[in-house]
């Protein structure tokens, strides 16, 4: 015997029938009518490594799709970013010359003040953030001076090895207004040193460049998702770990209170980086701060979709998409991302 439902037992007397969150996802055009997070080109940055010479672009082994290249060749790629409607770049220098200071990163015709005034004479409305650290310039590939007893700075009561702090501001000082004076419309301090942002803040406002905004990556932490970079950059510590700088993985609480010091000291975006592992700490600074918040996916996050999708694993586009979505969701407006080019590709297709 069938079990007989009377009309006015039916479930459209309950609460459920009359919510039914599937009427908004019918169709294509009502998803996209009712769509809370988009990802455009115009917030995205893309991150290029430049290197000396001309002619060159050298593709990234572990980031497909991704090269060093010489000033002329950068240009050429800014110019084709900015066609496709990605106007934000973050420079990455690898210079030809390190030394155990990273000099070369104050030079004013080292590799990145030069990129940035070839790529303002051609595209001035193109907008340039400077990646501000050490370790592409430092013969050792840590982020700033080693106390060593060679150095005039050596601490005997602080390990060898140890990152000194306040000399290494003084550096990323000098660096930033020769950066700034060779156009830089943006500086990003990536070293999380202590006072960073402060130091850069004061040596801009002191020298002409209130103007420049800085980019603080605010809770940059010790992450193993960086391993293609450091074959891009060329700048795999020679001894130790970075992890008496960068943050530790598992410090949620920290990130805010490294949020609120860069705040207090002047950055006008607060960053947080890598971007997947870490969305909850995206969301906490957003519900925090009002400042622009900006997420870097870094190149283990690329290489690992990439290779993936490589192996006929998953789909790139959609899973590109996916991650970059879910980055906005979490509560950033910027993101700096290698996918920047393909995405504007996507958009425009
Ligand atoms: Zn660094």
């Known amino acids: 015997m069938g079990i007989i439902i009377e009309p006015q037992h039916s479930i459209a007397s309950n609460a459920f029938p009359t919510a039914r969150p599937r009427r908004l996802r019918r169709t294509g055009a009502i998803r996209e009518l009712v769509r809370e997070h988009r990802v455009s080109p115009s917030e995205l940055i893309a991150p290029l490594f430049v290197c000396e010479g001309t002619g060159i672009q050298r593709p990234i082994g572990s980031m497909p799709g991704q090269f060093n290249r010489s000033v002329d060749r950068l240009v050429t790629e800014v110019a084709a970013l900015g066609k496709l409607g990605v106007h934000a770049i973050m420079l990455f220098g690898i210079p030809d010359r390190k030394d155990d200071c990273g000099s070369e990163n104050w030079n004013p015709e080292g590799i990145i003040p030069r990129a940035i005034r070839a790529i303002k004479d051609e595209h001035p409305e193109t907008i340039v953030i400077s990646d501000m650290c050490f370790c592409e310039y430092t013969d050792h590939g840590h982020c700033g001076i080693i106390n060593t007893p060679q150095n005039a700075h050596f601490n005997a009561t602080l390990p060898q090895s140890y990152l000194l702090n306040d000399p290494t501001l003084e ?76 943050m530790d993985p598992a410090n949620r609480r920290e990130a805010m209170r490294e949020a609120e010091l860069d705040v207090a000291e002047g950055a006008d975006i607060i960053m947080v980086k890598p971007a997947m592992p870490y969305l909850d700490i995206v969301s906490d600074l957003r519900t925090s701060f009002d400042l622009p918040i900006a997420a870097y996916q870094v190149s283990g996050e690329y290489a690992m979709l990439h290779a993936a999708a490589a192996n006929g694993w998953i789909d790139l586009q959609r899973c590109a998409m996916e991650s970059l979505i879910g980055i906005k969701r979490a509560g950033a407006d910027l993101i700096l991302t290698y996918f920047a080019k393909d995405v504007a590709g996507w958009s425009n297709a």
């Open 171 to 246: 550096l990323l000082a000098r660096s930033s207004i020769v950066h700034a004076e060779a156009g830089a419309d943006m500086i990003a301090p990536s070293a999380m040193l202590d006072g960073q942002v402060g130091a850069i803040r004061t040596a801009l406002d002191q020298n002409g460049f209130d103007h420049v905004p800085v980019m603080a990556y605010t809770t940059k932490y010790a992450s193993g998702f960086y391993g293609p970079f450091r074959e891009a950059a060329q700048s795999t510590p020679a001894f130790g770990d970075r992890k008496q700088y960068q």
